[in-house]
């Protein structure tokens, strides 16, 4: 607990003396869904200009950005992934490896395989199945919490 709270600590001193302070000079983050959008807006705070650009209304996890919006994911300063085989457009672009971060890769050996199941479908996207691996990491706290931790340690670099 005590090697948290210095992390942390630590954290909070070299964003507020490393990182800039006007709105220009912000890290601009990409991410693939809320939850991480969450995470890196609370960790970096005023420091960070945090966007997760999925229209309301469609599923993150199976939407696919047009040509505009890979664009600006190209052009962020940190991509923040999810892992876990979520959001399957990343494979089909070419983002920047230097500036991306597949926040669940640290704990790969403790995701949930799903066999196929029964196929549905939820909104306009058609039917499917949820077979491969359970990719909504942030449901289980300690998971989240690694995840947030590989969001502070991309932050600090």
Known sequence: ????????????????????TTAAEKMVIYTVNYPL?????????????VHFPAPKGVDPAFWKPD????????QA??????????AKWINQVS???????DTSRGFGDQLIKVSA???????????????GTAFTTW??????????KAI?????K
């Open 152 to 156: 502070r340690d991309a932050l600090i």
């Open 95 to 101: 983002l920047p490896r230097l500036r991306t971060v």
């Open 1 to 20: 607990m005590k090697h948290h709270m210095q992390s942390w600590f630590l954290l909070t001193v070299l964003l507020l003396v490393a990182a800039p």
């Open 139 to 148: 449901l289980d706290p300690q998971l989240a919490s690694l995840q947030a």
């Open 37 to 49: 959008q969450y995470f890196a807006e609370r960790i970096g705070g005023q420091h960070v200009d």
């Open 67 to 74: 040509v505009k919006t890979i664009g600006q994911y190209q």
């Open 117 to 131: 199941g029964a196929t549905h479908s939820h909104g306009p996207s058609g039917d499917h199945s949820h077979s």
């Open 77 to 86: 300063d940190l991509i923040l992934l999810n892992g876990a085989n979520y």
